[in-house]
Structure formats: structure tokens, C-alpha cells
């Protein structure tokens, strides 16, 4: 079996990856809060623990993983939009334009993480879905003196978990001057944080203990892991900007909840995202959603090349650069692989090397270098992008269209190998315009006619269209 090594945030160093129970390896990601379109950083750690459970799957059998990534479904920003909504005159009363939003925006999510090539989760927990789990769990820890309610709050007591603080590898003094602790008369210290909080009349809320309220965000991760996957588990994932506090607050919750039983194993936390060697900010006029990506004509396969070119501990540089490169690569490979019939999922077995890769904590840059080596063999180049997420059913579903439509040298579209001959010929035509010069325009149009294409030329432009006998391995190693 292939050996997996991960980077384990909480010990500082590679491990040799042993799942609690091979049968069911168990994962566990922070997901997004549902108030707006998901940013590039966003899609990120989706993109990363997507590539693992992949290789999870592979490894253990598809039935043998278990990944659960949750919606934050309860916000004071979904809140604050449904407000707004509702003070510029929308119908519905605030719990169903509440509700409106996060549908809306969990369906954009879907629609952009599954254009990015990632697999769905075997869970998606929203945290509306577990209030109940969630109040039991903060009365199990006021129970054990791990918590306290406090004017129809109830907070965690950071000082009763010796622990805190582990995992960033600071202590809780050290924690407290470097965060911003909204410091409140009614927390008996300023570390202390919010596992239930009180609703007033323009916030949802749930009946409870301690009066009508709604839960803190912190507790929500930990009540859904505890439910979907135990109060033991494989691997705990999320951007590096959660480790603290959210991810201290979780452990603290979960290890105080269910003693002894150690909650997640294996933490890994991916590095951010710069756009152009600067970090996005709406300011700086470099934030993208996925969606706006899109687009702007840059696939979704396109999108998760890049992010998967840099290793996930890494900051990742999202460059045009780097999209264009990942562009024609990807061009190339469907090229090459296109007169050929994926391998089904069920009967693929990943090359030892690719697996090598990607065991070793993830190296998906690695991975990539491999696949690229595999121009000479195009039945395991496809199979082996398709384990990675490439050149999927819908990307060559889109390179049917494609092909079936009108294709024109220039445009910011999806480029195919019609699209790159017609822009090459479009290039010639124009200098042989200057130089009187057609023998190479009428060298290529022979070419692609006898390759089955249809050239079409006017004075707009160069058409391309694949004729019946149109046959891309005739293109090889034409310029
Ligand atoms: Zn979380």
C-alpha cells in the first residue's frame, strides 16, 4: 500500500499517515460562511483536501473515506444582507430572506467549486442543521466546568484547558496580546470566547437554556465533526488563517467535551493566496471571485492547475502568467488524449510514481511534472489528469461544443488545437499581407484541410470548423 506522509500542524512534522480505522478514514475541512460568492482564496483549501481525498479514495477504496466540509449557515454577515435586503423592500420576513441567501449562495458555491474540478463531499453539514448537538455539547461543558452562561451568554472558559494553545504552539498570554479579544463585563477573562450568544428581534435564534440565542461559530465545527465523523478522526483541514483562534477553539471544545479521545489526529493547514505577488484585498483592485474568473473566459481545470502547481504549505501566486501556461498545457493534454476513451474510475489504478507524489505530503507539483512527462502516452496521461481532477467529462463535453461550433482565431474563449491553428494562420496571414509572401499561409491551410478541417478566411478573420474527417492526430507536430 502506498505510504502517505503528512505535515502535521500540531506536532511540526512529517508523519507517516496511519487512519484510525482503515475502513473509514475520516476527514474534517472548514467550510465557507454563506454570504457572498467565494473568493479565489476561498477555493484554495477546496482545490487541496479535494487532491487528498482523492488520494484517500484511491488509496483506501472510495467507500473507506468519509469527508465532511460544512456550511456556516448562521452569521451576523448573512444576517446583516438579509437586513438589508429586507430594508430595501424585499418580501418575507428575516428568517426566510435569511434562508433565501444561503440557498442562493450554497448553489453559487456548488456551481463554482464543481467547475473548479472538485468532487462534492460525502457531507456538507449546515450548521442551522445542528443546533440541537451543538446546545447539548455547550451543557455537557458548563457540566464539566469548561464553560459558563453569563447574561444569556454562555462562554468558554479558556483557563480550565491547559492545552490551549497547542497548536499554533503559543501560550494563551502570548495568544492574548497578539489577537484582538473583544474584552466584555460579563466574561471572567478577556480569552474567553462565545460558544452561545443571545438573539434580539432581527437575528435568528433558537430556543435554549439560556434564553432565545444562537450558537457562536467556533462550537458549529465542533458539534457537526462529532456527529458525521466521532469524537476521534483522521485529519482536520482549513486555511492557515484559521488555525488561531478557530481551530484552538474547536480543539479546546471538542478535547473538553469528550476527554481522552484526542479529536483529530492530523491537522494541515494550506498557505494563503497572492494575486501577482500581492495579497488580495478589495483595495489594492486584485480580488476575484471564482465566478469572475470564470467569467473572464479562464476555465475551471485552468483554475486548479495553478493553484495545484504550488505546494499547499506554500503561498500560492496567482499570476496570468502562470493561468496562460496552465492554459496551454491543459490544451495540449486534450489534444493528445482525445481519440482516446477514459478508463472508468473503478478500474484505475494510479502509476506508483504519481502516488509517490502526492503521498509525499502532497506534492502536487510534483504530480503535475508527472503527468506532463506522459506525451507519448496518452491513455494514462488521461487517466491519470482525470485522478487529478483534468480534463473531466464536462471539460470534454465543453471540447465537443467547441470543436462543433465556428472557430476563430482570436478571442479570450476556451482555446482548443482549432483555436491555436486558427490563431497561428490568422498570425501569417496578416505578415504574408506585408510580405507578399503565401507560401507558408498555403502550407498550413493544406495541412488543416488534409486533416479534415474546413478553413474558412475573410476579411474578419480565420474560421476554423472540424469537417467529418476531421482528425486532431493529423495537427501533430504541425506549427
Ligand atoms: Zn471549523
Known sequence: MTTIRLYNTRTRAKEDFAPINADNVRMYVCGPTVYDR????????????????????????????T???????????????????????????????????????????????????????????????YIAPMIAMIEALIAKGHAYAAEGHVLFRVRSYAEYGALSGRSVDD?????????????????????????????????????????????????????????????????????????????????????GEGFAKVWMHNEMLLVEGKKMSKSLGNFFTVRELLEQGYPGEVIRFVMLSTHYRKPMDWTAEKAEVARKTLDDWMRWT?????????????????????????????????????????????????FLGFLSDEARSREIEYRKGIVSGTGTGPTSVLAFFGSNLDQLRQEAKLSKNFAKVDALK?????????????????ELVPGPGFDAAKLEGLE
Open 38 to 65: 467565494a473568493h479565489l482564496g476561498n477555493a484554495r483549501p477546496v482545490v487541496v483536501f479535494d487532491t487528498l481525498f482523492r488520494l484517500l479514495q484511491h488509496v483506501y477504496g472510495a467507500d473507506h473515506v
Open 67 to 129: 469527508y465532511a466540509r460544512n456550511f456556516t449557515d448562521v452569521d451576523d454577515k448573512i444576517n446583516a444582507t438579509a437586513l438589508q435586503r429586507q430594508q430595501a423592500g424585499a418580501e418575507g420576513t428575516l428568517e426566510e430572506l435569511i434562508h433565501e441567501r444561503t440557498e442562493e449562495t450554497i448553489g453559487w458555491y456548488h456551481a463554482d467549486m464543481d467547475a473548479l474540478g472538485n468532487l462534492r463531499p460525502s457531507h456538507e453539514p449546515r450548521a442551522t442543521g
Open 175 to 259: 495568544m492574548i496580546a497578539g489577537a484582538r479579544v473583544e474584552v466584555a463585563p460579563f466574561k471572567e477573562d478577556p480569552m474567553d470566547f462565545v460558544l452561545w450568544k443571545p438573539s434580539d428581534v432581527h437575528s435568528p435564534g433558537w430556543e435554549s437554556p439560556w434564553g432565545r440565542g444562537r450558537p457562536g461559530w467556533h462550537i458549529e465545527c465542533s458539534a457537526m465533526s462529532y456527529e458525521l465523523l466521532g469524537a476521534s478522526f483522521d485529519i482536520h483541514g482549513g486555511g492557515l488563517d484559521l488555525q488561531f483562534p478557530h481551530h484552538e477553539n474547536e480543539i479546546a471544545q471538542s478535547c473538553c467535551a469528550h476527554p
Open 338 to 386: 482525445w481519440d482516446y476513451d477514459p478508463t472508468p474510475a473503478e478500474n484505475f489504478i494510479a502509476d506508483p510514481n504519481l502516488l509517490d507524489a502526492l503521498g509525499d505530503d502532497l506534492n502536487t507539483h510534483l504530480a503535475l511534472t508527472y503527468l506532463r512527462a506522459l506525451k507519448d502516452q496518452p491513455q494514462k496521461l488521461l487517466d491519470h489528469a482525470r
Open 446 to 462: 493544406t495541412a488543416l484541410i488534409a486533416a479534415g478541417v474546413e478553413v474558412r478566411m475573410s476579411k474578419e478573420g480565420v
